[in-house]
């Protein structure tokens, strides 16, 4: 409800306007007056439900605009991730506004408290997660709620939770200061369980975020010595993980019934920070209810070193771009041509370089190696950081000159054709091979299309099968 508008009901993937007249502040203060009081965070709600009421104000306070959450207690929401759940590992739950994380909340601590039999005290700072009223909505079972009087004050009633009332699990929605992730890292070092929602889509969200990359173990800038730089193939600065992750592991809510699970943060961090990402693993529910579980097939883990060595040959097939990464992330290109099989080859040696590839950080500094590229035209690509996209993007418009198709596109393009022809009679066709994220995206075409879609085979030659029945 705007002033001055008319209403709307905004769904994820519409809107409709409820009525033709404008919002006036007669119908907002109606709204206002039937429901609890803002706090600091302009948000309240209505008691014994778990709808949340958020104020836009002007200048002078005054209400002008509210925005009506409808919260829902869900059963079963958490099928997909409750082993995860019952394991005792501190999990980390991410996804867009709306994806259902805190729905999800309210049935993790339903289940740890009525099934589990735990102590689990959830501390509430908008009462969403437990309604607004003294007395916490049903949906979370046995759990204890503890109310926070503001936002700010988070972090401390996280703390007075575990020296006040023995919890074995604690409970919280929209971690998003450094306080909240200093105050995380204390809980899970005194043996706790944490559930948490935080700000970020991604795992990568967080390793960008300073104020929350606390919550997967920080990180820090390390300047290597001479030798050790030199055995990694890598600048004298690189990044690593300051200390051990707060939670054991992350899960990125992709939507109702699909999540990426990165159920080894330790591991999976270290690994972004090489330049070296590890795939998630993906959970999702059939229409059946069955949880399925698949990982996307993963390079095979070598070296640089060893990259560079397997690459690396007297003579280079033609159609082939040589690489030399220079205060670029050698991890990074190495991953993105093995999982892409782009024509590029990365070499070490300026002589047999097509192209240099650096960072406008490098370029204006201007060192000697960059001088001799310079001074016998070789060609130098200037990135202006050194970021997974950038390097991705530079790579893909290389290859592209060399007739490289990206394989999605390709797969899409004869999923469509298949689709044509089971449309036209034939009764089923067969597609190429291919990892698992590119069949589901070749499953879901094949959905959106009302055709029936199979997976057969085993990997590395498993494949969709499309038919019209």
């Known amino acids: 409800m705007d002033l001055g508008r008319p209403p709307e009901a905004r769904f994820l993937g519409s809107e409709v306007v409820l009525t033709s007249q404008e919002i006036t502040e007669q119908d907002i203060q109606n709204v206002v007056e039937r429901i609890g009081g803002f706090g600091d965070d302009n948000r309240a709600g209505i008691e014994s439900t778990l709808h949340r009421f958020s104020a836009m104000r002007n200048r002078g306070g005054r209400i002008v605009g509210l925005t009506c959450r409808v919260g829902r207690a869900v059963y079963g929401t958490i099928q997909i991730i409750e082993d995860l759940v019952r394991s ?17 909340l309210r049935e993790i601590a339903r289940v740890l408290a009525d099934d589990v039999r735990k102590r689990v005290i959830i501390v509430d700072t908008s009462n969403e997660v ?10 979370i079972g046995h759990a204890r709620r503890m109310q926070v009087v503001t936002p700010a004050r988070q972090h401390a009633v996280m703390i007075e939770a575990v020296e006040n009332h023995m919890p074995e699990v604690i409970i919280i929605d929209e971690m998003g200061t450094e306080q909240e992730a200093s105050a995380a890292r204390t809980i899970a070092e005194r043996g706790v369980q944490l559930i948490a929602t935080a700000h970020g889509n991604t795992l990568n969200n967080l390793i960008l975020n300073p104020t929350l990359s606390d919550l997967i173990g920080g990180i820090q800038t390390v300047t290597l010595g001479d030798d050790e730089a030199r055995r990694r193939r890598s600048q004298k600065s690189v990044q690593e993980r300051k200390s051990p992750p707060t939670f054991d592991v992350v899960v990125e809510i992709q939507n109702w019934d699909k999540v990426a699970v990165h159920d080894d943060v330790t591991k999976v961090v270290d690994a972004i920070l090489r330049g070296m990402p590890l795939s998630p693993e993906i959970r999702w529910s059939d229409e059946e209810g069955r949880v399925n579980k698949s990982r996307e097939s993963q390079p095979k883990a070598i ?6 060595e397997a690459e690396e040959s007297p003579q280079t097939p033609l159609g082939i771009t040589r690489v030399l990464p220079f205060g670029v992330s050698k991890g990074r290109v190495a991953q993105i041509v093995q999982t892409t099989r782009m024509p590029i080859q990365l070499v070490d040696n300026l002589e047999r370089a097509d192209i240099i590839l650096t ?3 490098f370029f ?5 190696m960059l001088k001799t590229a310079e001074e016998t035209g070789k060609s130098i690509f200037v990135l202006r950081r050194n970021t997974l996209p950038q390097i991705r993007d530079f790579l893909w418009s290389v290859s592209r000159e060399k007739g490289w198709e990206d394989p999605v596109d390709k797969a899409v393009r004869e999923t469509e054709v298949a689709a044509k022809q089971v449309r036209d009679g034939q009764e089923a066709v067969s597609l190429a091979p291919q990892v698992a994220y590119i069949r589901r995206l070749q499953h879901q075409i094949a959905q959106e299309l009302s055709l029936s879609s199979i997976s057969v085979g085993i990997d590395p030659n498993r494949r969709v099968t499309l038919s019209d029945s």
């Open 364 to 368: 204006r500094k201007m060192p000697k």
């Open 88 to 104: 005792g590992k501190s999990i980390l739950l991410l996804g867009r506004p709306g994806v259902g994380k805190t729905t999800m």
């Open 303 to 308: 070296a640089i070193e060893e990259a560079y």
């Open 359 to 361: 960072t406008k950080q």
């Open 130 to 139: 437990a309604g607004d009223g003294d007395i916490p909505h049903p949906a």
